[in-house]
Nanobody
């Protein structure tokens, strides 16, 4: 059973940066595609970024392109989300999710494994 644990969230001012981590265990990290999603209060969970099992391909939501960077460290079985130039619209609970296969999914329904989330709050 794949387990995911997010960390790195917190309170940051507008324009600041945070780096989220997603540590994986219980599965074969090297064959898992990993995505980040976020959910603001009262809103649906939406796609943020995803990376293939070998780090060869990444994809981002339009709202974060140029500000966020997803990466992975296979030696640590960890995926990161570097978030720069944060603004109030980035405030949300951030989840990492994992899936097998070749497709780099951008829909939450494509990911069977989920972490518990880490809160990111951006203050003005």
């Amino acid at each position: 059973q794949v387990q995911l644990v997010e960390s790195g969230g917190g309170l940051v001012q507008t324009g600041g940066s945070l780096r989220l981590s997603c540590a994986t265990s219980g599965g074969t990290f090297s064959i898992l595609n990993v995505g980040w999603f976020r959910q603001a209060p009262g809103k649906e969970r939406i796609f943020v970024a995803a990376i293939t099992w070998n780090g060869g391909r990444t994809t981002y939501a339009d709202s974060v392109t140029g500000r966020f960077t997803i990466s992975r460290d296979s030696a640590k079985n960890t995926v990161y989300l570097q978030m720069n130039s944060l603004n109030a619209e980035d405030t949300a609970l951030y989840y990492c999710a994992a899936r097998g296969g070749l497709r780099l999914g951008t829909s939450a329904s494509e990911y069977p494994y989920w972490g518990q989330g880490t809160q990111v709050t951006v203050s003005s």
